[in-house]
């Protein structure tokens, strides 16, 4: 899990952490969006839109619409 924003009444400030870089999150789908449905894991604003740029980004890369092979992002949950 990751927020944009550190989670409430966290002290020191703690917003989660993210186990991938963007670069490499935006690799796997590459590599993924060319043979099967990709799904990733992703929990926190912060995760899920890296998720989401990682389909746009490689999708347009080798041209496939990124709404195309119905890509997944699961679990998604955002703490209020």
Same mark, same amino acid.
């Given at each position: 899990?990751? %927020? ?14 993210? =186990?991938?870089?963007?670069? !490499?999150?935006? =690799?796997?789908?590459?590599?993924? %969006? ?7 894991? =992703? ?7 890296? !998720? %989401? ?7 347009? %890369?080798?041209?496939?619409? =990124?709404?195309? *092979?119905?890509?997944?992002? !699961? *679990? ?5």
């Amino acid at each position: 899990m990751a %927020l944009s924003r550190p989670y409430r009444g966290s002290n020191p400030p703690y917003s989660g952490n993210i =186990a991938e870089s963007q670069d !490499a999150a935006d =690799a796997w789908v590459e590599r993924m %969006l060319s043979r099967i449905r990709p799904n990733i894991h =992703a929990n926190g604003d912060v995760g899920i839109d890296r !998720a %989401l740029k990682a389909y746009e980004r490689s999708a347009a %890369l080798i041209g496939v619409p =990124a709404s195309g *092979p119905r890509s997944r992002i !699961a *679990p998604t949950s955002i703490p209020t």
